[in-house]
C-alpha cells in the first residue's frame, strides 16, 4: 500500500481492532487538548481503519512508510515518491522511527542502516536483561606451575631454551565468548558512528559498559551461532553481524528479521531537503528556518527554507502538479508577506519530465515552482544538484529584481 492512500485489504474482525490498537500505539506521544478541554492522546493514531462492505476494510497510513504487522498479516507501506529518493533524504534527516515489537521480514539493502541500529540496541539490551552467558574457553601458555592439562612437548622446549615454565591448556569460564564478542564489536561500531542520532549513540555506549569481561572480536567470532541454551541471542547476533556488513532494509518483502515502524515523512523529508540543499549551495544562499510570530497572536509563520532577507520556500511532499494548489500558493504569499519578501518558491517531487509550472505573481509577490526530480531511472545524487541549479537560477532572479 502506499502512504496517505486509502486501500482495500481482507482483514477480520480481530485484525482490525489490532490495526487500531497499533495506529494509536504508533501515534506521536504528545498529548492534544480539544476545545472542550478534553484529552484527545486516544482519538490521534497514524493508522486509520474503516470497515466496508465483505469480510475486509479499507487502511491508511497517514504520511509515514514503513512496515506494520499484526497477528497473521503484515502491510508494506510505500512512499508517494520513489523508494531511493525518499531513503536519500532520509539518511540526510536522521529522524527516529516509530517502533512496535511485533516482527516480520523484510528484503535487504543498503538503505535503513539507521532503522537496524535501533534494533539492534533494543535486542542488545534484552539480551543484557537476560544476562549475559558465560562459556567454557580453551587457554593456553606458560604459566610458573601446572594448570590444567599439562602439555609435554612444549614444557620440554622450554627446559631446554633453560625457562622453567609449564606449558599448560586449561579451561576459563567467563564472558569472554564468541557470540559476546560479536554483540560487543557491533555496539562499538555504532558509538563510534558519527551519522548515528546522539541519543542512539549514548544509549548504545550504557549498554556496551555493561559487558565487562568480553575482549575483542576475534577471526573465527562471525562463524558463532546461539545454541539452545543461547537461544534469546538470535535476533542480536544476527542483527550484529548486519551491522558489521552494513547490510539494511527495504520496504519489499524478504527474510531478513525485521519489526513494526513507521517513518513520518513530511518533517523528514522537509529536514533532509535542507540539509542536502546546504551542502550544494554557495554558502551565501544556504537556507535556513525560523519562526516568526504575528504581533499580537500566538500564530507563526515557519516557512520550510528561509534565503537571509530575500526570499523564502516551502517543500510540499507532493508529486507535482498540473496546475497550482490553491491552498499551497495562499500558503506561500502569506509566507512572503510575513517575512516582508518579494520572492517565494515551492518545491515538490517531479514523477515525469513535465516542465514545472510557470512563476506567476499575487500583488508583490513572485512564487515560483522549483522541483526535486524523483524519476525512477534519476540517481539522487545528480536529482539534488539539479536541485540545486534550480535554486541558483531563481537567486538571480533576486539580484535582477
Avoid at 620440554?156 to 615454565?165: I, S, T
Wanted: glycine share 6%; proline share 5%; charged share 30%.
Amino acid at each position: 500500500m502506499v502512504e496517505s492512500t486509502w486501500t482495500r485489504i481482507e482483514a477480520s474482525p480481530t485484525q482490525q481492532q489490532a490495526l487500531r490498537e497499533l495506529g494509536v500505539r504508533l501515534a506521536r506521544n504528545r498529548t492534544s487538548v480539544s476545545e472542550d478541554g478534553t484529552d484527545e492522546r486516544a482519538k490521534r493514531s497514524v493508522l486509520h481503519v474503516r470497515s466496508s462492505s465483505g469480510a475486509g476494510c479499507e487502511v491508511r497510513v497517514v504520511e509515514a512508510v514503513g512496515v506494520i504487522a499484526v497477528p497473521s498479516l503484515t502491510l508494506d507501506v510505500s512512499p508517494k515518491i520513489v523508494q531511493k529518493h525518499l531513503f536519500y533524504l532520509l539518511e540526510r534527516a536522521s529522524l527516529l522511527p516509530r517502533l512496535g515489537s511485533a516482527k516480520t521480514t523484510l528484503g535487504s539493502g543498503q538503505t535503513l542502516l539507521e532503522l537496524v541500529a535501533h534494533w539492534y540496541v533494543r535486542t542488545l539490551e534484552r539480551v543484557l536483561e537476560e544476562g549475559l552467558a558465560r562459556d567454557y574457553r580453551s587457554e593456553r601458555g606458560e604459566f610458573p606451575g601446572a594448570r590444567g592439562r599439562v602439555l609435554a612437548m612444549p614444557t620440554a622446549r622450554l627446559y631446554f631454551k633453560g625457562r622453567l615454565g609449564v606449558a599448560s591448556e586449561y579451561q576459563e569460564f567467563d564472558f569472554d565468548t564468541p557470540l559476546n564478542r560479536l554483540l560487543l564489536h557491533a555496539a562499538r561500531l555504532l558509538v563510534r558512528h558519527p551519522g548515528l542520532p546522539e541519543g542512539l549513540r549514548s544509549r548504545t555506549r550504557r549498554a556496551s559498559l555493561r559487558m565487562d569481561g568480553v575482549g575483542p572480536l576475534r577471526e573465527d567470532d562471525r562463524q558463532a551461532r546461539p545454541d539452545r541454551r543461547t537461544i534469546y541471542y538470535r535476533d542480536a547476533a544476527l542483527l550484529a553481524k548486519h551491522l558489521i556488513d552494513g547490510i539494511g532494509r527495504t520496504l519489499t518483502d524478504g527474510d531478513e528479521p525485521a519489526w513494526t515502524f513507521l517513518i513520518r515523512t513530511p518533517e523528514a523529508v522537509e529536514l533532509g531537503l535542507r540539509r542536502a540543499l546546504s551542502d550544494v549551495l554557495p554558502q551565501e544562499l544556504a537556507p535556513s528556518k525560523r519562526a516568526l510570530t504575528l504581533d499580537g497572536t500566538d500564530m507563526e509563520l515557519k516557512p520550510d527554507l528561509l534565503f537571509g532577507r530575500q526570499a523564502v520556500a516551502d517543500v510540499k511532499y507532493k508529486l507535482s502538479s498540473p496546475r497550482w494548489r490553491r491552498r499551497d500558493l495562499y500558503q506561500l504569499v502569506a509566507f512572503a508577506t510575513g517575512f516582508d519578501v518579494r520572492h517565494a518558491a515551492m518545491i515538490d517531487f517531479q514523477a515525469d519530465a513535465k516542465p514545472r509550472l510557470k512563476t506567476i505573481r499575487l500583488g508583490r509577490v513572485h512564487v515560483a515552482h522549483l522541483t526535486w526530480p524523483a524519476l525512477v531511472e534519476s540517481d539522487p545524487a545528480i536529482a539534488l544538484r539539479q536541485l540545486g541549479e534550480q535554486v541558483t537560477n531563481w537567486a538571480g532572479e533576486w539580484s535582477a529584481s
